[in-house]
């Protein structure tokens, strides 16, 4: 069974960080490309960032670039989304996703989706 279990979410303060885990099991995490996105109440899903299937390449959406960083251990079959420089604007409910490819995309198109962290920013 095919699982993405998401992780290190919490309750922080604005300008504090964070380090959400995606952790595969089932399969191979290094054959595909991940991407973090996000849904905060009464909004659409956004694409946060994602990153190559050999994470030698990013990508982000605008909001967060320069204060979100996302890696990967294949290793570990785990892929990270370090937040810095949080605001409550980034309060929601973060997934990761698997993409069958080599390249990363913000869009749509993940077949495999975690069940969700809840990240909160608030003082």
């Known amino acids: 069974q095919w699982l993405l279990v998401e992780s290190g979410g919490g309750l922080v303060q604005p300008g504090g960080s964070l380090r959400l885990s995606c952790e595969a099991s089932?399969?191979?995490?290094?054959?595909?490309?991940i991407g973090w996105f996000r849904q905060a109440p009464g909004q659409e899903r956004e694409g946060v960032g994602c990153?190559?299937?050999?994470?030698?390449?990013?990508n982000y959406a605008n909001s967060v670039k320069g204060r979100f960083t996302i890696s990967r251990d294949n290793a570990k079959n785990t892929v990270y989304l370090q937040m810095n420089s949080l605001k409550p604007d980034d309060t929601a409910v973060y997934y990761c996703?698997?993409?069958?490819?080599?390249?990363?995309?913000?869009?749509?198109?993940?077949?495999?989706w975690g069940r969700g962290t809840q990240v909160t920013v608030s003082s």
């Open positions: 089932g399969f191979t995490l290094d054959h595909y490309a």
């Open positions: 996703a698997a993409l069958d490819s080599p390249v990363c995309t913000l869009q749509n198109g993940y077949a495999s």
């Open positions: 990153i190559s299937n050999s994470g030698t390449s990013t």
